[in-house]
């Protein structure tokens, strides 16, 4: 199972590694062609803008010229600029009558079919026309026309052959740049991956040595914060549960093997001395008879180290509601003031009606029956046994007393595991899982077990966590 689970996780890291690199590539690409787009735009407009006011001026000018001196000061203004300028724009003239000259052309001639040159609409309006080039490139004539208050007409006109040169260059100069950029972007994804997936190959490592046979490999945090970082977290407590499971397992299989050898023994051997020949019929039954009784023996011994097992794991199932505590207690105490009273020992129960708790009910009632049992079964006659309920400052109690003979300081620390009896309790019959199963379900509820004890008696209490 594990080798799948590891085969899964390298090419869930392949995978991830080859998308996620994939991705910044995508990323960086694309936020580089965006800029690039951006810059082109807002170049090619900033230029036109600035072509189109040069042309605008231009036209001023020369309508200024044309309103001074006539259509001679025009002429003669025009060839100033050409000369000067160096032909940069076209220069259309039209009369009140219609007839139409060119004053100035574009140097190496005009290359724009200039018969689509409109009219403006409104007088002291202009009107922009942009005219294809006929060889069929990308440029093109910026024309300019405003009409006069005679009805003449003045087109200035400039061609974007300059701008579409220089866009054309940056363009070419953008990607010469932008594929090194690239180049430069893939390493750093690569790199960036790698930084970022190092989790999932020291996750996979840990899954190599766990499959290895070491059980106690974890994975190295980063204490990063990031998903990956908690990804390793959660997969270290999965690793811790999973080892208190296998380690809770070994221990319940060690102590059935163990604990079950001598209730067989002797269930085998009730059988085997029932089955002699020399056995009457009479015989042979009080032999079954205590046959069933060991059996029945040895199923509750088998349940009670089941539920400690699954209690100390964490894997007990509790159904978890909210009961009245004294509820709870007044049916356990119900059973044992009875078997108190037959063995001559006070038996009495206090505290508040109030107090709720959210617990197992079954499961609580069997701890709190446990201690009872204990306390009556080790109290001498005309002793006392009292349960008390309450609620302080750590929350819930529930607390058992008695009048017995205490338990030796020295086998306090010890009362706890599981088929432990002292020398004071051999007499008695039992199998040693009591307090064992009581401190098993106050855990799995989140509440302890606590005890003090002396040659006057001994104390127990049942803490919860506040409710």
């Known amino acids: ?246 380690s809770g397992m070994r221990d319940a299989l060690d102590n059935v093997a163990h604990d079950l050898r001598t209730p067989l023994t002797r269930l085998r051997a009730m059988a085997e001395d029932g089955l002699r020949p020399e056995k009457t019929p009479q015989e042979r039954g009080e032999a079954l008879s205590d046959c069933l009784e060991e059996s029945e023996r040895v199923l509750q011994l088998l349940n009670a180290l089941i539920d400690i097992s699954e209690a100390e794991t964490g894997t007990m199932k509790l159904r978890l509601e909210r009961h009245n505590l004294a509820a709870i207690t007044a049916k356990v105490t119900n059973v044992y003031s009875y078997l108190a009273e037959a063995k001559k020992i006070r038996f009495s129960s206090s505290g508040a009606d109030e107090i709720t708790l959210l617990c197992d009910r079954d499961r609580f009632s069997q701890a709190v029956a446990n201690l009872l049992d204990n306390a009556v079964k080790y109290t001498p006659p005309g002793g006392e046994v009292r349960l008390e309920t309450g609620l302080d400052g750590e929350g819930p109690f529930v607390m058992v007393s008695d009048t017995g003979p205490g338990i030796p300081e020295a086998e306090l620390p010890r009362i706890w595991e599981r088929l432990y009896r002292g020398d004071s309790s051999r007499s008695e019959k039992g199998m040693g899982l009591g307090l064992s199963l009581v401190r098993a379900v106050m855990k799995a509820h989140g509440g302890r077990v606590e005890v003090s004890s002396s040659a006057g008696g001994s104390v127990f209490k049942l803490r919860f966590p506040p409710v």
């Open 1 to 246: 199972m594990f080798s799948k689970g590891l085969e899964l996780l390298k090419r869930t890291a392949r995978t991830a590694g080859f998308r996620l690199g994939a991705w910044h590539l995508a990323v960086f690409l694309a936020g580089n062609l965006l800029v690039l787009g951006l810059a082109y735009f807002m170049l090619s407009a900033s230029l036109q803008s600035k072509e189109r006011t040069e042309i605008l001026d231009e036209l001023q000018e020369l309508g200024a010229k044309y309103k001074e001196g006539g259509i001679s000061s025009l002429r003669d203004e025009a060839r100033q600029d050409a000369v000067g300028g160096g032909n940069w724009f076209f220069v259309r003239f039209t009369d009140p009558e219609g007839n139409s000259a060119d004053i100035s052309t574009l140097k190496g001639g005009m290359a724009y079919d200039t018969g689509g040159i409109g009219r403006p609409a409104i007088s002291g309006t202009t009107r922009w026309d942009s005219l294809p080039s006929r060889s069929g490139d990308e440029d093109r004539l910026e024309v300019a026309t405003r009409q006069f208050h005679d009805g003449s007409i003045l087109s200035v006109g400039r061609d974007t052959s300059g701008r579409e040169a220089f866009l054309e260059r940056f363009s070419h100069t953008s990607i010469a740049i932008l594929f090194p950029a690239a180049l430069l972007g893939l390493l750093a994804s690569v790199f960036l991956t790698r930084e970022a997936l190092s989790p999932l190959r020291h996750l996979a490592d840990t899954v190599r040595e766990i499959e290895s046979g070491n059980l106690d490999s974890r994975v190295c945090l980063r204490d990063t914060g990031d998903e990956l970082d908690d990804l390793g977290r959660l997969f270290n407590l999965m690793l811790e549960r999973i080892s208190l499971l296998v």
